[in-house]
């Protein structure tokens, strides 16, 4: 990530209108070699229009679910896809998810126990796809508050803790 220095920024007296112009400045090599700072100008106005066009990038949604007690294979919970970032599990009783629903490669999705009651993700289960498994080296149990976050690797072809 790149990182930007203000090198002039103008007092606003009476509030911003708009119209102030900002100098941005890159640490740089220019072309003689030596160090220097590659700059630009743009006026608050064109920042403000900028920023109202980020978006942020990978998954941000935050699904909530159930678990039933017993083995979930393949567990794929209402409102979960490929903008969740985060599954919250409230489990009713004890239970185990042996795998995940794929997602694309780099998909990162953190898992949070919500319930006093444990919720075991189980180490490589046959219970699923071999897609939808969990790269542990064995079975993880999430207590209450506690959370796990994995990565998908296609490369890999599951869930690797991260």
């Known amino acids: 990530m790149s990182t930007a220095t203000i090198l002039q920024l103008p007092q606003a007296v009476g509030g911003l209108t708009g119209a102030e112009q900002i100098e941005l400045a890159q640490p740089t090599l220019l072309p003689n070699g030596q160090p220097g700072y590659a700059s630009i100008r743009a006026t608050v106005a064109q920042i403000v229009v900028l920023a109202g066009l980020a978006v942020p990038t990978g998954p941000v949604g935050v699904a909530?679910?159930?678990?039933?007690?017993?083995?979930?294979?393949?567990?794929?919970?209402?409102?979960?896809?490929?903008?969740?970032?985060?599954?919250?599990l409230t489990p009713g009783a004890i239970c185990n998810i042996t795998g995940l629903l794929a997602g694309f490669n780099g998909q990162i999705v953190t898992i949070t126990?919500?319930?006093?009651?444990?919720?075991?993700?189980?180490?490589?289960?046959?219970?699923?796809?071999?897609?939808n498994q969990f790269r542990l080296p064995a079975d993880m149990i999430?207590?209450?508050?506690?959370?796990?976050?994995?990565?998908?690797?296609?490369?890999i072809g599951k869930w690797i803790p991260v």
């Open 113 to 131: 126990n919500l319930s006093a009651f444990a919720m075991t993700l189980n180490a490589l289960n046959a219970g699923s796809l071999a897609a």
């Open 142 to 155: 999430l207590t209450q508050n506690n959370s796990q976050s994995f990565k998908y690797s296609t490369t």
């Open 64 to 88: 909530t679910a159930v678990p039933a007690s017993g083995a979930n294979n393949n567990y794929n919970p209402v409102g979960y896809g490929i903008a969740t970032g985060f599954l919250e």
